[in-house]
C-alpha cells in the first residue's frame, strides 16, 4: 500500500544543519515533494525532485534521493528560528489521478 | 495576486448542523482538491475534483459532500453524519504541469461544540 512516514520531532540549535528524513512505500513515485507549514497556515511548497535524480539543490535546501531505499531527506543549512515549523514529506501517487500520499509531517524547533 | 481563498479561517457548529467552507482560485487550475489535517497525522484527502462538474471520493469522504459548478470554486459540506468533524480542512489545486505541485489554500479551522 502507499505510505509515507516521517519522524515527529526534531530540535536544532540555531546555525547548525537539519536533516528531515523521510520513507515512502511507492516505488513507482515520479516526483517527492517537501512542503513546510507554519502555525494555523496552509502548506507552502519548499522543493520538489524527480525521481531520476539523486539530488537537488536550492540555496539552503538540499534534497537527497535514495530510490533503492526509498529514503527522502531535506536538508536545511544555517537553520535559523524562522524554519521553524512542521515538514511534510510528499509522494505523488502513480495512480490515474495524480494523488499526492503526505506524511504526518515532522515538527522542527529551532532554538538559540 | 493569483492564489487560493479559504473562508471562514476558523469556524464553529453545533452538533447536527451542517456546515460549507468555501475554497475560490484564481489560478486557472482544473483540478482541486480538499483535505484534512489532524495533530500528528498526515493530511487525508477528503474529495477531489479534476474538472468542473466532476469529482471523486478520496480516502476519508464520508459525511462530506462537494460541487464543481465552477472552475474557480469547489466548496465542501461537512455533514452531521460526520462523526468527527473537528479538524483542520485544506483546500488545494494542482499545477497542470509534469511536476503537478499542489497549491494550498490558509486553512479553515472547524470546531463542533
Known amino acids: 500500500g502507499e505510505d509515507v512516514e516521517q519522524s515527529l520531532f526534531l530540535s536544532v540549535r540555531e546555525g547548525d544543519s537539519s536533516v528531515i528524513n523521510c520513507t515512502y512505500t511507492?516505488?513507482?513515485?515520479?516526483?517527492l515533494y517537501w512542503y513546510k507549514q507554519e502555525p494555523g497556515a496552509g502548506l507552502q511548497l519548499l522543493t520538489y525532485?524527480?525521481?531520476?535524480?539523486d539530488m537537488k539543490q536550492d540555496q539552503r535546501l538540499t534534497v537527497l534521493l535514495n530510490k533503492k531505499d526509498k529514503h527522502l531527506s531535506l536538508r536545511i543549512a544555517d537553520t535559523q528560528t524562522g524554519d521553524s515549523a512542521i515538514y511534510f514529506c510528499a509522494e505523488r501517487n502513480s495512480g490515474g489521478y495524480n494523488k499526492l500520499i503526505f506524511g504526518a509531517g515532522t515538527r522542527l524547533a529551532v532554538h538559540p | 495576486d493569483g492564489g487560493i481563498t479559504q473562508s471562514p479561517k476558523y469556524l464553529f457548529r453545533k452538533e447536527g448542523q451542517n456546515v460549507t467552507l468555501s475554497c475560490e482560485q484564481n489560478?486557472?487550475?482544473?483540478?482541486m482538491y480538499w483535505y484534512r489535517q489532524d495533530p500528528g497525522q498526515g493530511l487525508r484527502l477528503i474529495y477531489y475534483s479534476q474538472i468542473v462538474n466532476d469529482f471523486q471520493k478520496g480516502d476519508i469522504a464520508e459525511g462530506y459532500s462537494v460541487s464543481r459548478e465552477k472552475k474557480e470554486s469547489f466548496p465542501l459540506t461537512v455533514t452531521s453524519a460526520q462523526k468527527n468533524p473537528t479538524a483542520f480542512y485544506l483546500c488545494a489545486s494542482r499545477r497542470p504541469a509534469n511536476t503537478g505541485e499542489l497549491f494550498f489554500g490558509e486553512g479553515s479551522r472547524l470546531t463542533v461544540l
Open positions: 525532485i524527480f525521481s531520476n535524480m
Open positions: 489560478l486557472n487550475h482544473d483540478a
Open positions: 511507492d516505488s513507482s513515485s515520479t516526483y
